[in-house]
């Protein structure tokens, strides 16, 4: 079996398991959806999550948050982690798009990557839940782990590894496959002790073999 087709039964499993995955952080706007995959960075949605509703209740869009007091946004963001350099980003980039597109969030890959605080997983981010297109595959913790342990790829830098992913999986899978590894990640895949005797893609993972030494007992 290829590895191509190894991933394609991985997905289809992937999608029963999980039909509803979707983004977990919480936005009432592209802008606000922005905002919050940066504050994402090195901490859970979680933590995002709480801080938001107080973050855009005070500064709702770009053109709020580009005027804000960077003490007041530290003082909201804190708990996210990193405040100082989030506060920095998240306010350079409302000032950004307020001077260079009118207050709204730009929809390209390229127009992304210009913002203070947006790489490639941020913009795959916002183009695929904001505009519906999928340029790339967010590669975050999770995703970085499971594509190794599927043997989807072996690189050590994310935009590798999302290159190998774009070359397994088809276009229209690549927004919504995000979210399906993310879940199994979270339930199953646990980046310390994976549940490899109750995992439905074990007999295709070729790392079950080894991990926790569940073959070995099975």
Sequence with gaps: MTTKTRAAEIDALLKELYPRAEIALRFESDFQLLVAVILS?????????????????RFPDARALAGADPAEVEEIVHPTGFFRNKTKNIIGAAQRIVAEYDGRVPDTMEDLLTLPGVARKTANIVLY??????EGIAVDTHVFRLAHRLGYSSEKD???VERDLMALFPREEWGALTYRLIEHGRAICDAKRPICGQCALADLCPSAFTVNGWREQA
């Design 41 to 57: 960075a090195q901490t859970t949605d979680v933590s995002v999550n709480k801080v938001t509703p107080v973050l855009f209740d």
């Design 129 to 134: 839940n904001a505009f519906g297109k999928a």
């Design 158 to 160: 994310a935009n590798k």
